[in-house]
């Protein structure tokens, strides 16, 4: 009887070490509002270089994006490793107002 009831166990445990290798874990993703979205997903238009071209290490550039006028100052280093950014958004006179830097 103790015979059977070794290998009656062994098959328990050895069962039970199978399923929990293939179970699956349940993970509940974060809630995200959809209304702050990237930055990065908003289409840019009419993208125009005041100053310098892509790949340069001073630009100076202006966009539209919804509906806004922004004109952009960007200084990098020889590797451009660090970018230094100020972005400009254009008042209802017509002038540009720094937002971000």
């Given amino acids: 009887m103790s015979k059977n009831f070794k290998r009656l166990n062994s098959a328990i445990l050895t069962m039970v070490m199978i399923l929990t290798l293939f179970s699956a874990t349940v993970v509940q993703a974060a809630n995200i509002d959809i209304s702050s979205q990237n930055e990065s997903m908003v289409a840019r ?57």
Wanted: hydrophobic residues 30%; proline residues 0%.
């Fill in 45 to 101: 238009t009419n993208l125009t270089f005041l100053e310098g071209i892509s790949g340069d290490n001073h630009l100076v550039y202006t966009y539209q994006e919804n509906g806004q006028q922004y004109k952009v100052i960007e200084n990098a280093d020889s590797d451009f490793m660090n970018v230094y950014s100020t972005i400009y958004v254009m008042d209802s006179d017509g002038s540009y107002v720094e937002t971000k830097s």
